[in-house]
């Protein structure tokens, strides 16, 4: 049995849409979350900024 053929898994055309869809579904999330954290650094003085917008992406990562 290949990898195109295994049963459950779908063909390759319908495993590529989920995996694209997938992968539109985390763009999507990362493009809201970026946007909120820049709403929320907007708010910090300006030469804060550089460190604030570290701050964030360091707790993401780490969270």
């Given at each position: 049995m290949?990898?195109?053929s295994s049963p459950g898994t779908g063909s390759r055309p319908e495993r590529a849409?989920?995996?694209l869809g997938g992968a539109v579904e985390l763009?999507?999330?990362i493009r809201a979350a970026r946007?909120?954290?820049l709403?929320?650094?907007n708010r910090v003085a300006p030469?804060?900024?550089h460190s604030a917008l570290n701050?964030?992406?360091y707790t993401?990562?780490?969270s």
């Open positions: 290949t990898v195109t849409a989920r995996c763009l999507e999330r946007r909120a954290r709403a929320d650094v030469r804060h900024r701050l964030v992406d993401d990562v780490r």
